[in-house]
Nanobody, 119 residues
Framework: QVQLVESGGGLVQAGESLRLSCAASGSFFSILIMGWYRQAPGKQRELVATITSGGSTRYADSVKGRFTISRDNAKNTVYLQMNSLKPEDTAGYYC?????????????WGQGTQVIVSE
């Protein structure tokens, strides 16, 4: 089992920055992929960014050049640096990991942290 604890959300003005963190704990052998998804009111959850254990990254087109994902494998923590925030970035941001635990691969989700970007 993997528990995920997110932090760093909040209310900011357009153009400002926020940094999200997500720490994984529990009983697992390894975490393969860590990432962030977001869900705005009335919309489906969408991928924001992912990073593999080897450091390969993937971004949604809407955040490329503004957001940076990184991870600290020693701390089992993933970060999302969000710069030049826009009102359309307003959403609940959810940490996601794919981990090897109990001999099988599983997906785990955090509770979410709210990001609100005002005009």
């Amino acid at each position: 089992q993997v528990q995920l604890v997110e932090s760093g959300g909040g209310l900011v003005q357009a153009g400002e920055s926020l940094r999200l963190s997500c720490a994984a704990s529990g009983s697992f052998f390894s975490i393969l992929i860590m990432g962030w998804y977001r869900q705005a009111p009335g919309k489906q959850r969408e991928l924001v960014a992912t990073i593999t254990s080897g450091g390969s990254t993937r971004y949604a087109d809407s955040v490329k050049g503004r957001f940076t994902i990184s991870r600290d494998n020693a701390k089992n923590t993933v970060y999302l640096q969000m710069n030049s925030l826009k009102p359309e970035d307003t959403a609940g941001y959810y940490c996601h990991v794919t981990a090897l635990a109990g001999g099988k691969l599983d997906d785990y989700w955090g509770q979410g942290t709210q990001v609100i970007v005002s005009e």
